[in-house]
């Protein structure tokens, strides 16, 4: 069975001032609170910032003439930030040729390029010369054996 | 970018052929025989044996690897030293770490610890599988994020467990430093190759470079591959047949996968690319290699003109290669 209580006009004004005084309690302990957590923030930021310190950013004036701007920044940090910057724009980070290789064929003798510890020097000849009539017309000079690119 | 313009179709040329940095170099240029080309090409590889060599103890590579001590280790860099070291992180960056200048104490480990002669070589036509399969049996947590390089002087600093081999991307940069320095000597068109890895500067030939792409270096231009002409930039390629060794009886051969730490097992066994540098070119070898399956897309990426050797011998031409 439900009880109905009716309060008198000096029992509702106490009541009033019981919840006003918690309401008050309860701001208080709301600042308290949120003043306490940026204070913890802060110093949490502080100790972490001292734990892992950054590090200095600094591009070299004698950076490789091979190496693309974006690797010279110094630093791991630098680097991760490029590299994260770099897969999310999807940049080639290597520079193809000015132009692509073609196809050429070998006419020339081949010439070996294993001669350690030997040494070495061969020189292409020059077109013939001309010494007398009727010789025939100067050939062109062989064309130099490719040079040999392979896994060393 | 504009390629160089042509010499005269009958200009004569001159190559030199050589050893040095445990392979073989080859210079060839326009003109009669240029002691000042050869002499610049020298002082260059004489300067990145000093600053990157992994095989002799005096090197700044190897002092800052030698440096002990339970943290992190810092040496001032000379210049050269810097700049390898600069490219290598770029590379490692560039290839999202497939190609990754830490892996010096894994290469140590898996035997190849001295100057390659001095190895237990297996023959480039023995089987892949020759000393038995490679395993890949564990994880490994890339490190080269943590390596620091700032001021001038530059500073290294190297994480606490990491040794450094800048083989992959050192000897590149030597070939393009050389045909660069070549060039300014001699003032006439040059191509540097160090065991493969090709770099021009400079007035080219008629018709271009000739350059024959094939699985190892010492097989000469009637090895099976392909014949292929360049207007400028380098070319390189990069192989898992050639320089293999025999450790704990299994085949090893030094193009190791960042994961692992283990010598990578396909699907290519030759790799070619041509790029505006050789350091470039070698880049995106080595990472195909790594890459495996996904080598094609990321090289189509990079805008890069290529060629993938399958282990059965099947070839890919893309980006632009010949076919």
Redesign the interface.
Known sequence: MDRVVVMSGPLRASAHARRDAALRRLRRVNRVLIGGAVAATALLTDVTAHAFPGHARRVSARAPATVPAPARAAGAHARQHARHHARHHRRPALRPPASAPTSATATAPPVTTTAPPATSTTTTPPPATTTAAPTPQPQPAPAPAPTVSGGS | ???PPAAP???????????ALG??V?L?YEG??NPAARAAVERELDAIDHAASRFRSDSELSRLNAMSGPGPRTAIAG?LF??AV??A??AA????GAVDPTLGAELVALGYDRDWHELCAVPVAAPLSEGGDIVVYRSRRPRW????????P?RITLPAGVDLDLGATA?A?AA?RAARAAHEAAGVGV?V??????ATHGTRPA?????????????????P???????????????????RWRHGGRAMHHVLDPRSGEPVRGPWR?V?V????C??AN??TTAALVLGHDACAWLA?????ARLVALDGSVVAQ?????
Do not use: C, F
């Not at chain 2, 190759?193 to 090709?198: A, M, P, Q, V």
């Not at chain 2, 392909?226 to 192989?239: H, L, N, P, R």
């Open positions: 970018m504009t390629p179709p009958a200009a004569p040329g001159s190559t030199e052929t050589w050893s392979t073989t080859v060839r009669p025989p210049p810097a700049q600069r490219l992180i770029h960056d560039a290839s999202d994020e943590e390596i620091e390089i700032a001021g001038d530059a000897k940069m393009d191509l190759s160090l065991g493969g890895d090709i018709g271009g470079w000739t350059i024959h792409v094939t699985d190892d270096h010492r097989a000469g231009p009637d090895a591959g392909q014949t292929i002409a360049i207007q400028s930039g380098g070319v390189a390629t990069s192989s898992i047949v050639t320089r030759t070619s041509a790029a505006a540098t350091a470039e880049i995106a990426e990079q805008g890069l003109p980006g632009g290669w010949p076919r």
